[in-house]
Structures are given as structure tokens and as C-alpha cells.
């Protein structure tokens, strides 16, 4: 999953409940699935049906299903009430994660599941008795108010059994999974060149169990995670290529190649790997009473994937029917539940700007003002279409709206959540500026917006998909293009690239410097990598860069 579904308003919601302590309303034990790979971990136990629950929990933990990964390891004790490692499954998965933070309704059964596994571990192995130790000291009740210093108390004791077990897989796994919950998302510095601290340790602890098991998809899924916002995500490409299959029949885990398919410029295999994760989840729905927050958040994270992989390899289609769908697959009530759901809800508006006509743009319906970040971009889809009528009166009205929720909505809860939304909205407001001064005949005013809009977008946060769901380069190359800076144009392509390898849109205005110059070797060679790229059909109208 990515940062926009770090769940982060955790007293919220009629979710709650059900995502925290997962699996309740699922009555009888959950079946043994046959399409979650053969991951295996031997752990202090007579009963093979606790074991084979118990390695279905790590599974679906590593897959982070983490709801269905408790049920797992709640069959395994009913089978082996003394088998300590699996309560202290179920103490790992009620914890925090990267993608949602420890909830208050957790914490009881979490604390109480690691006194469990601390009252069995007498029997257990040496490095059974490292885990349980260390899941130990991640709770605390009542928890401290800043649940951050458990957090790093459970990093520093996976460390130490990390350095005993150096060569137990699960072990180092889960010491790096450790510290990325210490400072989620966060591991490289803004431009990805410079890792954060912990994020060296936790990249060689991954490498390490790749080297000897490339297929581990536990470790394979984490270093996705860990290099996905570096300068090097093409360092996970091998492993992203092995890991669907490893667990074909978890959504999550087939939806992952995508984080580095996108990064990397594959667009295609981006959106087939979510197409795939999408009909294993509806498959897994069909049979399952499935966590709704793993319903609500990590399905309709596939959903978009397809849609803003199909928007930048210029499959139109494709793109309108995925916002369709991601519209649908998000109810008001979890949107309102957790603000990080916002840029998710708004994101089909992207597909039409980029795909619909103008009519359509400008007869979008009005959404209502309860999701700040959904309003703006409707009022940027109504800018952008009134610019393509030539209606620039009207255009400006939407951009003066969207001026006036800069100044004033409140977007607290979106900050607070991680949402850098002023920003976002900013670079709307520029980009619906820099269309409307085109429509105008403006052409250095465009260019000016243009490039706040770049220089706004290159302070983004890193997050896939990215908050801003195109490269605005190519808008700014483009109307470089239009003014007859072919030089600059071709700079601001290129550099476009540089960030978004295989970008089509930015391979087609580089096409048009080549074909105003007459160089028509450039030209043919760039041709060839657009068409190894680009989804659509024929060349895209320079306007929609």
C-alpha cells in the first residue's frame, strides 16, 4: 500500500471496531487457503493444523491482510492453546503497520495476546523466544502518549535478534519491518539520494534474506517499500517480477509489483498486475468476511493504480472506467472516517481532464463541500474544461474558488493525516492558471504558472500514486513548444523523463522539437520509444500535455 491509505485518524469511524480487533464477525474458523504460496515457518507445536494456521497468519501478515491474519492465528490457538508463537501472531498483526497506526481498541487483546505467548514461551525455541520477547515490549497498557518510544523499544529488540539470528529469514524480515513502522514512509531524503536514518539498516537486512531467498515475499514486498522512493527503485525489479506468483491468491501482494512497474516507466505491467490483484480480491470478497478497512482502503488502492497507470500510457478508456469504479468502491462514511482517503476520492477527476471533453469536464456534478480536496478538484476539472471551450471567463471563477479554499478551508485534518493538500490544491490552481492564460493567448503568463505548478510539484512527498497525477513538465514543455522555445522544450521533456521514465506524453513533445527541427533521426528514434510505451491509440494532442 502507499501513503495515501495510511490510516491515520485512528478514533474515528464506524470502522474501528471491526479493523482493530480483526475477525470477529467472521463465525467458525476461516478456511486454509491454497493460493497464499508455501511460505513456511516450523514453530514449537504438536498439532499440524496450528502450524498450518499458523503459517497462513504470517502469510496474510507479510500480505498485510492483517485482519485475516489474526483469524489465522486465532484457529492455530484454538488448536494449540500452548503453541506460544501463535499468540504472538496475533499480538504482531493488531499492531501498527506502515500503512495504519496502533488503535486505541487494540491495544487490550494486543497486550493480551503477548502475555499469552510470554506464559508459553518456557517451551519455545531460542529464536521464538527472541520474537516474543520483542513483541513484548511494543505495548504497553495503558500506552504512553507517544506510542513512538514502544515503537522503537520493539526496533531495538528485533535489532538484538536480528544480530543473534543473522541467518533466520522471518527474523531479519521483520527487524526491517520494525524499523520502517519506526518512521513510516519516510525513509529517504526529498529526491530519494540520501536514505534517513534506519533506512541503510533496514535495506541491507532485506537484501541480506533476498540474496539466499529471492522468492521470500515478505522481504520482497518490504524492500519494494524500502528503495520504491529512491533514485534506484529498479533495484526491486527482479524481485517485483517473482513476487505475484509467489502469492497469487493475495490482493495486496499481486497488486505490489506495481509500486516499481510505475516507478520504473512500465505503465503496462503496472496496470495488468493491479487488473490481477483487483480479481483476486473481488475472488477472496467472494468467500470471505473480509476486514472492511482492508476492503474499503486496499482494494480501492488497486482500483486506482489501474486508473493513473492507464492515464500516463494514454489508455483513455481504461482510465474513465477505473475512476468510475474507485468512485464507487469509496463510501462517504470511510472518506469521512479517515482523511487520508481524500486524494483517492478526488483522483477521478484526473482521469477526466485528461480523457473527457470539455462538456464533460464543465457538467461534472458538484460534489458538495464535504471533502475539502474533492471540491477543488472539481473545481480544477471545471477550469480545465471551461479552458478548452475557450471560456475564460468561467474558467477563471473556478480558479478564483479554488484561490479561495487556499486561503481558507481547513485543512487540518488532511495535514495532520499526512496529506500535504495546500499544496496539491496549489498546484491545481496553477496548472487551471496556466490553461486559462493559453486559452487567452498569454503565453508567458502560462509559462510562469507552469513552472510555480513544477516547483510546487517537486516539493511533493513521495506516495504512489503521486498526489499530483501527472508530470507538469510536460505541460511546461509543451508551452515552451507553443512559444517557440524549442531549446527549453526539449530541456523540460528530457527532464520530465529523467523523473518518469517511459513517460509517453513527454516522449510525444519531444517528437514534435524533433519534427520542428527537422531532424528527423531524433525523430524516428523517439518514435520507436513511444510506441514501446504508449497504450493508446495514435499520438496525443500536444494541447493535452
Same mark, same amino acid.
Request: hydrophobic residues 45%.
Given at each position: 500500500m502507499t501513503r495515501p491509505l495510511l490510516l491515520a485518524q485512528a478514533e474515528t469511524a464506524p470502522f474501528r471496531t471491526e479493523r482493530t480487533v480483526p475477525g470477529q464477525p467472521a463465525a467458525g474458523p476461516p478456511p486454509l487457503y491454497d493460493n497464499l504460496g508455501t511460505l513456511h515457518m516450523a514453530v514449537t507445536t504438536d498439532s499440524p493444523r496450528a502450524q498450518a494456521y499458523f503459517d497462513q497468519g504470517l502469510r496474510l501478515a507479510f500480505a498485510?491482510?492483517?485482519?485475516?491474519?489474526?483469524?489465522?492465528?486465532?484457529?492455530?490457538?484454538?488448536?494449540?492453546?500452548?503453541?506460544?508463537?501463535?499468540?504472538?501472531?496475533?499480538?504482531?498483526?493488531?499492531? /501498527?503497520?506502515?500503512?495504519?497506526?496502533?488503535?486505541?481498541? $487494540?491495544? @487490550?487483546? !494486543?497486550? +493480551? =495476546? *503477548?502475555? &499469552? #505467548?510470554?506464559?508459553?514461551?518456557?517451551?519455545?525455541?531460542?529464536?521464538?523466544?527472541?520474537?516474543?520477547?520483542?513483541?513484548?515490549?511494543?505495548?504497553?497498557?495503558? /500506552?504512553?502518549?507517544?506510542?513512538?518510544?514502544?515503537?522503537? $523499544?520493539? @526496533?531495538? !529488540?528485533? +535489532? =538484538? *535478534?536480528? &544480530? #543473534?539470528?543473522?541467518?533466520?529469514?522471518?527474523?531479519?524480515?521483520?527487524?526491517?519491518?520494525?524499523?520502517?513502522?519506526?518512521?513510516?514512509?519516510?525513509?529517504?531524503?526529498?529526491?530519494?539520494?540520501?536514505?534517513?536514518?534506519?533506512? $541503510?539498516?533496514?535495506? !541491507?537486512?532485506?537484501?541480506?534474506?533476498?540474496?539466499?531467498?529471492?522468492?521470500?515475499?515478505?522481504?520482497?514486498?518490504?524492500?519494494?517499500?524500502?528503495?520504491e522512493a529512491s533514485t534506484q527503485p529498479d533495484k526491486a525489479l527482479p524481485y517485483a517480477r517473482e513476487l505475484a506468483r509467489q502469492m497469487p491468491g493475495a490482493g495486496h501482494i499481486v497488486h505490489m509489483p506495481s509500486h516499481i512497474y510505475y516507478r520504473v516507466g512500465l505503465y503496462r505491467d503496472a496496470l495488468e498486475s493491479n487488473q490481477a490483484a483487483i480479481a483476486a480480491d473481488e475472488a477472496y470478497f467472494a468467500g470471505a468476511a473480509s476486514d472492511p478497512v482492508y476492503r474499503g482502503a486496499y482494494y480501492p488502492h488497486n482500483i486506482h493504480f489501474v486508473m493513473v497507470s492507464a492515464l500516463m500510457g494514454g489508455d483513455g478508456r481504461t482510465a474513465l472506467d477505473s475512476a468510475a469504479k474507485l468512485d464507487r468502491s469509496l463510501s462517504p462514511a470511510l472518506v469521512k472516517a479517515f482523511a487520508m482517503m481524500q486524494p483517492v476520492k478526488a483522483a477521478p477527476y484526473f482521469s477526466h481532464v485528461q480523457f473527457s471533453s470539455p462538456e464533460t469536464l464543465v457538467a461534472l456534478p458538484d460534489p458538495g463541500p464535504d471533502?475539502?480536496?474533492?471540491?477543488?478538484?472539481?473545481?480544477?476539472?471545471?477550469?480545465?474544461?471551461?479552458?478548452?471551450?475557450?471560456?475564460?471567463a468561467e474558467g477563471m471563477g473556478e480558479v478564483a474558488a479554488l484561490a479561495a479554499l487556499?486561503?481558507?478551508?481547513?485543512?487540518?485534518?488532511?495535514?495532520?493525516?499526512?496529506?500535504?493538500?495546500?499544496?496539491?490544491?496549489?498546484?491545481?490552481?496553477?496548472?487551471?492558471?496556466?490553461?486559462?492564460?493559453?486559452?487567452?493567448?498569454?503565453?508567458?503568463?502560462?509559462?510562469?504558472?507552469?513552472?510555480?505548478?513544477?516547483?510546487?510539484?517537486?516539493?511533493?512527498?513521495?506516495t504512489e500514486p503521486p498526489y499530483w497525477y501527472y508530470p507538469v513538465r510536460q505541460s511546461l514543455g509543451a508551452a515552451q513548444l507553443r512559444a517557440g522555445q524549442l531549446d527549453a522544450a526539449e530541456q523540460t521533456f528530457r527532464a520530465s523523463l529523467a523523473r518518469t521514465p517511459s513517460n509517453g506524453w513527454a516522449l510525444r513533445g519531444l517528437m514534435e522539437v524533433y519534427r520542428q527541427r527537422g531532424d528527423a533521426a531524433a525523430l524516428a528514434a523517439t518514435r520507436k520509444r513511444f510506441d514501446g510505451t504508449w497504450l493508446g491509440q495514435g499520438l496525443p494532442a500536444l494541447s493535452l500535455l
Open positions: 498485510f491482510n492483517h485482519a485475516e491474519a489474526a483469524r489465522a492465528f486465532r484457529a492455530a490457538q484454538q488448536a494449540d492453546p500452548a503453541c506460544a508463537m501463535c499468540h504472538w501472531g496475533e499480538a504482531l498483526v493488531l499492531g /501498527p503497520n506502515i500503512n495504519a497506526p496502533m488503535f486505541p481498541d $487494540a491495544v @487490550a487483546p !494486543a497486550v +493480551a =495476546a *503477548a502475555k &499469552r #505467548a510470554v506464559r508459553h514461551a518456557a517451551r519455545a525455541t531460542p529464536v521464538e523466544q527472541a520474537l516474543i520477547g520483542a513483541v513484548a515490549r511494543r505495548y504497553a497498557a495503558p /500506552p504512553p502518549a507517544d506510542r513512538g518510544k514502544l515503537d522503537k $523499544a520493539y @526496533a531495538t !529488540a528485533m +535489532a =538484538a *535478534a536480528a &544480530r #543473534a539470528f543473522p541467518n533466520d529469514d522471518t527474523v531479519q524480515v521483520l527487524y526491517a519491518e520494525a524499523l520502517m513502522d519506526v518512521s513510516p514512509w519516510n525513509y529517504w531524503e526529498q529526491g530519494g539520494s540520501r536514505p534517513r536514518p534506519g533506512t $541503510a539498516e533496514m535495506v !541491507a537486512a532485506l537484501e541480506r534474506v533476498l540474496q539466499r531467498n529471492p522468492t521470500h515475499p515478505g522481504a520482497a514486498h518490504y524492500y519494494i517499500h524500502a528503495v471533502f475539502v480536496l474533492v471540491k477543488a478538484m472539481w473545481h480544477y476539472a471545471r477550469a480545465v474544461g471551461y479552458a478548452r471551450k475557450g471560456a475564460v487556499e486561503r481558507r478551508a481547513d485543512f487540518k485534518p488532511l495535514t495532520e493525516a499526512g496529506v500535504p493538500a495546500p499544496d496539491i490544491v496549489r498546484t491545481a490552481r496553477a496548472v487551471a492558471t496556466g490553461r486559462l492564460a493559453e486559452a487567452r493567448g498569454k503565453q508567458p503568463a502560462a509559462l510562469q504558472a507552469y513552472q510555480e505548478a513544477v516547483d510546487v510539484q517537486d516539493s511533493l512527498p513521495y
